[in-house]
């Protein structure tokens, strides 16, 4: 092997420079950030601080769970909350897509079993209020709404929650229960369903929507009528023997690998967490 | 060996030059087209179509789409055409400014616009008590659909037919009405055919956006099946439901966007071969 002569290097070092070094140069900053800026945007996904659990919960419980959420929180001082809210079927869709939820708290009971049966909730769900389906009329009545009846009336604008949505679900049902009674019947609800000019996918974007004055009435709960976005709302009243009610559960996915999002969903179920939700207008008495 | 230096320097060199963009080019591609790959691999499977457009709710959805984005597009060369033509053609005050108002549109979140459209035809907007008073009622209906389609669509049917009117050349039509042909005979003969790849291209651009606006018709318009439930709209709520069926949307979603992108490419080169014969 020859040893490289001064000028050979020289030579080889310009043909390096001539044909990339500004290739080089322009290439290798621009790479590390790309790859920077890659693993970085991998790596927030994943690398969730240790002692975070994550809340997937129906957009109807938003008030009472940041009530207790802060509650938990004093009580655990380790513990770091994160509540993600929507309808509880699209929770659940992004938990069996495999989304990093820690707790899955539904409005309806029956969501959380079924994803026990799929293998992605560990223990018992837990069932901890109820709550009931209610009318609520936009600000300043602009539908002139003053009973169940009129909801029925020409113009009249409703929004109501898409089916799959337990929100969605109750109200159907209220309108089944009317739809077999003698004053009601099948003409009111065939009416009422031709009000509809749009369906949410949860609850909250139903008040959302007569917030806005673009709908007369909304089909919600109880609870979402004492909420500050409905403090100009008022809710229609029904007859008691009209009554659907929804039951909310609460299970934690697996894998729980610090026991704390079983600890949180027992937590649901104390003295302090059952007086929040009663103060929040939930049932968490017996049926 | 021989030479070994030089040989490693050659390959540092002229290697990584020749090489080196299709490494993270290629990271780009696989990025892009796994998705798509995935979508049809998942959805392309049995009869999650043939299910799909069996089920009411899709045909629907199927059907309000069709209509509303042909609605759009009929309105977005009635009222856009005349304006990319002044745009490419004229001189006026304030230009630069309709220029630029009219890419707006184009930048903008397509949610902004539902939200700015809900304020200004919106029961509760600037133009909502107009409307109640004549008994019109705008918001959640399919006109706000096609409204909605309209404002995101319409600038890319504007931009490519201003660019279509400004390449034609002038000397054909000055030469038109040299032999006596009239303006509008003249427009209608030589600028039209020639801007027309333009337009047609332009045409497909809108489509496919009007096909697939979302944010502004949802804030806009609602989600109510067979009124103003178009297809991306059907995916969100199937998508909660039944997964297959959001699939299956999604794939004949994907299917007519690839159609008109071969028309808009198609579009493009039928102008460059009419540049060049001419």
């Known amino acids: ?287 | 060996m021989i030479d070994p230096e030089r040989r490693s320097v050659k390959w540092h060199g002229a290697r990584i030059g020749k090489y080196g963009p299709w490494i993270p080019a290629a990271f780009l591609l696989a990025f892009l087209l796994l998705p798509l790959i995935a979508l049809v691999s998942k959805g392309a499977l049995g009869d999650a179509i043939p299910n799909a457009l069996a089920t009411p709710v899709v045909r629907q959805a199927l059907i309000l789409s069709l209509a509303t984005s042909f609605a759009t597009i009929v309105l977005a060369v009635a009222f856009g055409s005349p304006l990319a033509y002044l745009l490419a053609r004229r001189d006026f005050k304030g230009k630069e400014i309709v220029d630029t108002l009219v890419d707006l549109p184009l930048v903008l979140p397509p949610v902004v616009a539902g939200v700015a459209l809900l304020m200004a035809f919106g029961r509760a907007g600037l133009l909502g008590p107009a409307f109640d008073f004549a008994g019109l009622r705008v918001g959640f209906s399919t006109v706000a659909v096609v409204l909605a389609q309209t404002f995101v669509a319409t600038p890319f049917f504007v931009r490519s037919a201003r660019a279509g009117f400004a390449s034609v050349d002038r000397t054909l039509e000055n030469a038109s009405r040299t032999l006596g042909v009239s303006p509008s005979r003249t427009f209608i003969r030589i600028t039209l055919p020639l801007a027309a790849p333009a337009l047609l291209a332009g045409i497909a651009m809108a489509w496919a956006r009007a096909l697939g606006e979302f944010g502004a018709t949802i804030m806009f318009a609602g989600n109510l099946a067979g009124r103003t439930r178009t297809l991306p709209l059907a995916i969100l709520t199937s998508m909660e439901e039944d997964l297959d069926e959001a699939l299956a949307i999604s794939l004949i979603l994907l299917a007519v966007s690839f159609v008109l992108l071969v028309i808009f490419r198609l579009a493009g080169s039928w102008g460059k071969f009419a540049d060049a014969a001419r």
């Open chain 1, 1 to 287: 092997m020859n040893a490289p002569t001064p000028s050979r290097v020289w030579r080889a070092a310009i043909r390096l420079r001539r044909a990339s070094v500004r290739q080089i140069l322009w290439m290798l900053p621009i790479s590390l950030v790309a790859a920077a800026t890659l693993v970085a945007s991998l790596g927030c996904g994943s690398a969730r601080e240790r002692n975070e659990i994550v809340i997937f919960a129906a957009a109807s419980l938003a008030e009472p769970l940041r009530q207790i959420q802060m509650d938990f929180e004093d009580a655990n001082p380790d513990a770091k909350l994160l509540l993600h809210l929507a309808g509880s079927q699209q929770l659940r869709t992004q938990i069996e897509l495999g989304a990093d939820a820690d707790v899955f708290i539904s409005a309806d009971a029956s969501m959380v079993d079924d994803l026990r049966r799929q293998g992605l909730i560990d223990g018992a769900t837990l069932a901890f209020a109820r709550n009931r389906a209610a009318v609520l009329i936009a600000p300043g009545n602009p539908g002139s709404i003053r009973s169940i009846a009129d909801l029925a009336n020409d113009d009249v604008r409703l929004v109501i929650g898409v089916r799959a949505v337990p929100a969605g679900r109750a109200a159907r049902e209220l309108l089944r229960l009317l739809e077999n009674r003698p004053d009601y019947g099948p003409e009111f609800t065939r009416r009422v369903a031709a009000n509809v000019i749009s369906e949410e996918t949860n609850v909250r974007a139903v008040v959302a929507r007569l917030a806005l004055g673009e709908a007369d009435a909304g089909f919600v709960y109880v609870t979402d009528a004492s909420t500050r976005s409905a403090s100009e709302m008022t809710a229609l009243h029904f007859p008691p023997e009209i009554a659907v009610e929804i039951l909310y559960g609460a299970g934690a996915v697996v894998p729980d690998r610090l026991g704390l999002a079983g600890e949180f969903v027992r937590y649901l179920s104390s003295t302090s967490a059952r007086q929040v939700f009663a103060d929040h207008g939930f049932m968490v008495g017996g049926p």
